[in-house]
């Protein structure tokens, strides 16, 4: 059964850090591209970062780099995204998802039409 743990969300100050968590079982995260997402309250799920399994390139949304650094575990399967500088306008639901399709993330990378397997989500809250 292909399946999709997260972990790791909370609630943080700004300013403070979080690391996400996303374990996959069911399927070998080294064979796809691996996006996170996060969806707001009211608003539309937005990519987030991206990683290739091909090379090991990387991808972010402008309101994240410099601060934020997605990275994976082959031995352990899992995916990580390192928030750090947390502002309250990253607070949001956050998903991993996998591109079946694609080992590298796609021009598209950033859209939630191109993935196909889903985590339950984990609340990320920045608060004061």
């Known amino acids: 059964q292909v399946q999709f743990v997260e972990s790791g969300g909370g609630l943080v100050q700004p300013g403070g850090s979080l690391r996400l968590s996303c374990a996959a079982s069911g399927f070998f995260l080294d064979y796809y591209a691996i996006g996170w997402f996060r969806q707001a309250p009211g608003k539309e799920r937005e990519g987030v970062s991206c990683f290739s399994s091909s090379d090991g390139s990387t991808y972010y949304t402008d309101s994240v780099k410099g601060r934020f650094t997605i990275s994976r575990d082959n031995a352990k399967n899992t995916v990580y995204l390192q928030m750090n500088s947390l502002k309250f306008e990253d607070t949001a639901v956050y998903y991993c998802?996998?591109?079946?399709?694609?080992?590298?993330?796609?021009?598209?990378?950033?859209?939630?039409?191109?993935?196909?397997?889903w985590g339950q989500g984990t609340q990320v809250t920045v608060s004061a």
């Open positions: 998802a996998a591109d079946l399709m694609r080992r590298r993330c796609g021009s598209s990378w950033f859209s939630k039409a191109g993935y196909d397997y």
